[in-house]
């Protein structure tokens, strides 16, 4: 039913920027939190940004100040403009979304590869 599918991910340089898009589709839900996950070989998933419906913003600490989440709630896509990019950013994003619709829900996309170079 819902996917989640990302798109934007590649491979940059030390410093670059790149812009992450996920656009939800199959559902009419409001999604009351939007964001974006990452996962480094050998770590854990950690939350790098997310926002709300109403557009309140949270972000990791290590990417405050060069990442920016924003949504079109009409579009059901949410984004991530990357600035100054590092090597330590290089990942796998996944795009999650939160629904309380029906009950708590999360959905997930398949992920897409942010590699930095150094």
């Known amino acids: 039913q819902v996917q989640l599918v990302e798109s934007g991910g590649g491979l940059v340089q030390f410093g670059g920027s790149l812009r992450l898009s996920c656009a939800a589709s199959?559902?009419?839900?409001?999604?009351?939190?939007m964001g974006w996950y990452r996962q480094a070989p050998g770590q854990q998933r950690e939350l790098v940004a997310a926002?709300?419906?109403?557009?309140?913003?949270n972000y990791a600490d290590s990417v405050k100040g060069r990442f920016t989440i924003s949504r079109d709630n009409a579009k059901h896509t949410v984004y991530l403009q990357m600035n100054s990019l590092k090597p330590e950013d290089t990942a796998v994003y996944y795009c999650?979304?939160?629904?309380?619709?029906?009950?708590?829900?999360?959905?997930w996309g398949q992920g897409t590869q942010v590699t930095v170079s150094s």
């Open positions: 926002v709300t419906y109403g557009g309140s913003t």
């Open positions: 199959g559902s009419s839900f409001v999604f009351y939190r």
């Open positions: 999650n979304a939160f629904s309380t619709v029906a009950g708590d829900r999360d959905y």
